[in-house]
């Protein structure tokens, strides 16, 4: 009940797009005014969240985009400009102003959990693999056990980001804020120009 070749391959091509080792200056990027037991539940319910979109997306996902007339380039589009957003607050120093625990709560849901996380790469490559499974037993299994995986690798990442930010310190932790949203400003303008690549391909 179990295809090891799905598995693998299902695992790396998530790791490589959801990159949980890259998600660690963003992550300390944007919880850097919160306490260590929030950022820890951030982490978990960023998890939760990223982990619910794909799923549901896997599921539902190609009917809904149908059903609305969204192509994939528009939906890779909108989580670039939504990302961009979020970089310019991190190079200005706006994410480091003091928020109030509801607010923490909406940084784990966007942009970490999506699209951040359940970003329209690991979406798409989400929904192709449960379409290629065709709704076999065993394919389904291989790849919610690759999906599980890389979940947990994710949460590891930002579990133990604390740990990064008590070596780094205050100075080192906004150095690599300002980093993280440089990289995060060039994702989003990746996923942008990828967006306008597909619309003039497919025009």
Known sequence: MFDARLFIEVFITLFVIMDPPGTVPIFLGLTSAM???QRAR???TAI???AGVILAFSIFGQQL???MHISIPALQAS???????ISMELLT???EEPQASSKNVNVALVPLGTPLLAGPGAIVASMLFVQRADGDARSLVSIFVGFVLVCVCLWVAMRFASVVHRILGEGGTLLVT??????LA????QLIADAVIAFVQTA
């Open 79 to 85: 989580g670039g400009v939504l990302l961009f957003l």
């Open 35 to 37: 306490t260590h037991k």
């Open 48 to 50: 939760f969240v990223a």
């Open 93 to 95: 120093g706006k994410m």
């Open 65 to 67: 985009l149908t059903y």
């Open 42 to 44: 951030a982490a978990r």
């Open 178 to 183: 300002r980093i993280a949203g440089l990289l």
């Open 186 to 189: 060039a994702i989003a303008v």
